[in-house]
């Protein structure tokens, strides 16, 4: 769904991805600096560890489910359209320029 929006993005085995999020995050302006730790073996150390475990922590939504369960609140299923919706409102907003084999929709500015 995100690269059919415009927005090129490469599947990586988890250990290649692991090492180039180590490698790109480690300056402390980096958005993604703050979780460096939860990708090291040794989180003081920025040293690259192909023998780290995969995270093993585990989100979900349950508590966040039963807390909307008797309210009118519903989330809506993640699908294309709802990636378009958050992709067209990031372009608008300028986070995100328009891919340039994307027309954008009337009203977004460039």
């Known amino acids: 769904m995100v690269n059919q929006s415009g927005y090129p ?11 180039h999020l ?11 600096y703050p979780y460096l730790p939860r990708f090291m073996t040794n989180p003081g150390s920025v040293e690259k560890d192909s023998s780290a475990p995969q995270p093993t922590t585990q989100f979900d939504c349950q508590q966040t489910l039963q ?8 989330c809506p299923p993640v699908n294309a359209q709802l990636l ?9 907003s300028g986070f ?3 891919p340039s084999h994307v027309h954008p929709e009337p009203g977004v500015k460039q």
Request: glycine share 2%; charged share 10%.
């Open 22 to 32: 180590i490698q790109v995050a480690q300056s402390q302006g980096n958005a993604l």
């Open 67 to 74: 807390a909307l369960a008797e309210t009118s609140i519903t």
């Open 84 to 92: 378009q919706t958050y992709f067209a409102y990031f372009v608008q």
């Open 9 to 19: 993005l490469e599947v990586k085995p988890y250990e290649a991805w692991r090492n």
């Open 96 to 98: 995100l320029n328009v």
